[in-house]
């Protein structure tokens, strides 16, 4: 139990084009679930929670216009890049609260990596 | 705010040998303490958790962490290393609200 599933796994696309990353929770309902960027051989930063139903909540320095988080439904959250440019390439992580891992424990999705040419 | 340090970006062990990876914490309240791994283009997994209780924890592939409230410490230890285990492993810090701070990582490799 507990899986998060992420899609697409990797995707490349021209610079000015929007990209939309899908985080589902496939056997529990998550509530809140986390997105994080991670650079190469860099940790993971922590870009927004997102709260089903409500507006997502993004940390300090993360544009909201530029990183649309959509979530939905107690299984579905996306996150759109919007007019991709080459410095957003990158590794993009998803996470979900809930599950039977137990509480404050996360599921982490493979992640998504992001190509922009 | 809660902070988390380990000590050393890369780390290189035999196989057979003890595995040791250091993570120091910073909270001012009682934390929650995790170690990840992390495969090559793959998310994270759960190594181990520390919430309360129990100090020295065990979790998953032979790894297990001691939590040191004295030495704000959680470091990673397995008694003998296998090549599986060369990826990158975070340690990270929550005070209870899911909010993940992560380390910058460690990158363990195994020498055959």
């Known amino acids: 139990g507990a899986v998060v599933s992420q899609h697409p796994s990797w995707v490349i696309c021209k610079s000015g084009t929007s990209v939309k990353i899908e985080c589902r929770s496939l056997?529990?309902?998550?509530?809140?679930m986390f997105w994080y960027r991670q650079f190469p051989k860099q940790s993971l930063m922590l870009m927004a929670t997102?709260?089903?139903?409500?507006?997502?909540?993004?940390e300090q320095g993360v544009e909201k216009d530029k990183f649309l988080i959509n979530h939905a439904s107690l299984t579905l959250s996306t996150l759109t890049v919007t007019s991709a440019h080459p410095e957003d390439s990158s590794f993009y992580i998803c996470?979900?609260?809930?599950?039977?891992?137990?509480?404050?424990?996360?599921?982490f999705g493979a992640g998504s990596r992001l190509t922009v040419l | 705010a809660q902070s988390v340090t380990q000590l050393g970006s890369h780390v290189s062990v035999s196989e057979g040998a003890l595995v040791l990876l250091r993570c120091n914490y910073s909270?001012?309240?009682?934390?929650?303490l995790f170690w990840y791994v992390q495969y090559p283009n793959q998310g994270l997994q759960l190594l181990l958790k520390?919430?309360?209780?129990?100090?020295l924890v065990k979790g998953i592939n032979g790894f297990e962490a001691e939590f040191k409230k004295s030495e704000t410490s959680f470091h990673l230890t397995k008694p003998s290393a296998h090549m599986s285990d060369a990826a990158e492993y975070f340690c990270?810090?929550?005070?209870?609200?899911?909010?993940?701070?992560f380390g910058t990582g460690t990158r363990l490799t195994i020498i055959p």
């Open positions: 909270s001012s309240v009682p934390p929650y």
């Open positions: 520390y919430t309360t209780g129990a100090t």
């Open positions: 990270a810090v929550t005070i209870g609200n899911e909010k993940l701070t």
């Open positions: 056997d529990f309902q998550a509530t809140t």
């Open positions: 997102s709260n089903e139903g409500s507006k997502a909540t993004y």
């Open positions: 996470s979900a609260s809930g599950g039977i891992t137990g509480a404050n424990v996360l599921t």
